[in-house]
């Protein structure tokens, strides 16, 4: 197995803020291969002697369209060529929007698994806003804090499971 494990998700939902607390210091790779992969960084990380690759995508800036889309369009590139496993990161702060509900949509179709992310949620104990985001069709939200590192464990628990 190749032991990719991708990060998808709209723009600032904290997915390199994920990604840098899970993975090894400093040791970013950046991939640009002109119109596939304009942005994308690779990161070694690993989790009760299992070790993997993190893929950080997505850091094109929202303000047009076509950027947007082009971006979509590399989420489901990578879910569907290069990983084993993807992690969709969405924002528990401010719920769901047109945005989730089209990666979701791509990711609904890919071949390998997909955990729900569901980030920000700082208070362990406040999971009410978690429920909403069954709604896109991807099984039981996983909540995180990927700024304070909370439900992270359990999260990586699963992740491993499935490389
Ligand atoms: P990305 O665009 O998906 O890579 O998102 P970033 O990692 O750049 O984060 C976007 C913003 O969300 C930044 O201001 C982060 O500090 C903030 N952020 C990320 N994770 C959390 C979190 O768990 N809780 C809170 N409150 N803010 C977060
Ligand atoms: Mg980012």
């Known amino acids: 197995a190749k032991h990719?494990?991708?990060?998808?998700?709209?723009?600032n939902v904290g997915k390199s803020t994920f990604v840098n607390r899970i993975a090894q210091a400093d040791d970013a790779i950046v991939h640009s291969m002109r119109g596939v992969t304009r942005d994308r960084?690779?990161?070694e990380a690993d989790w009760n002697g299992e070790s993997f690759t993190l893929i950080d995508t997505g850091g094109i800036e929202m303000g047009d369209e076509d950027a947007f889309q082009t971006s979509i369009r590399n989420q489901a590139f990578t879910a569907a060529n290069e990983c084993d496993v993807i992690l969709f990161v969405v924002d528990g702060k401010?719920?769901?929007n047109a945005d989730d509900e089209e990666v979701a949509r791509?990711?609904?179709?890919a071949n390998v698994p997909v955990l729900l992310v569901?980030?920000?949620?700082?208070?362990?104990?406040?999971?009410d806003?978690?429920?909403e985001?069954?709604?896109l069709g991807l099984g039981d939200p996983w909540p995180v804090s990927?700024?304070?590192?909370?439900?992270?464990?359990?999260?990586?628990?699963?992740?491993?499971k499935l490389l």
Do not use: M
Not at 150 to 155: C, E, S, V
């Open 41 to 43: 960084s690779y990161h």
């Open 106 to 109: 791509s990711l609904r179709k």
């Open 146 to 160: 990927a700024l304070h590192g909370t439900g992270t464990g359990d999260l990586l628990d699963e992740t491993v």
């Open 4 to 11: 990719l494990v991708a990060v998808v998700g709209r723009p």
């Open 129 to 131: 806003s978690i429920y």
């Open 94 to 96: 401010t719920g769901i």
């Open 133 to 135: 985001f069954y709604n």
């Open 118 to 127: 569901v980030n920000k949620i700082d208070d362990p104990n406040n999971l």
